[in-house]
């Protein structure tokens, strides 16, 4: 933040009152964080996941999609399901025998599993070929 409010050289003890109170204002409008009265101390407002719930929650908000060509780009996999659902990312795995190449299955996360669903439901078809979409 003291970077951000050109305040790099400043030390903690000489950033002015002023702008511990503006920061602190605009963090009490997040709903992911809290801010403690003398807006000096921030934290979250909800629990991090344990790591086994996070991975249960990614796999469920991600779909295994193939074949695809060798060479196919990650942004053209994007922009191919951005069409029809908000995407968080792609990921391009390596083939087991040879990790130089593409193993042909992409990986994509949406951002709702609701928009998974919405997306399995649908006949795909990329540059000729129709997808085999999963849950992953």
Partial sequence: MRSHLNLRDVKVEEVPEAALDAVAETL???????????GKKVG?????????????????RTIAASPFEFNVKMEDVEAFFGQYAKVN?????????NKK??????????????DVQKVLEQSLVYAGAELELKPK
Avoid at 101 to 114: K, N, P, V
């Fill in 89 to 97: 990312s792609v990921r391009l795995p390596r083939h087991v025998a």
């Fill in 28 to 38: 009490r409008t997040s709903s992911s964080l809290r801010v403690s009265e003398d």
């Fill in 101 to 114: 190449y593409f193993c042909g299955t992409a990986l994509i996360e949406f951002s709702a599993e609701e």
């Fill in 44 to 60: 979250r407002s909800t629990a991090l996941l344990k790591p086994k719930e996070l991975l249960e929650q990614l796999d469920s």
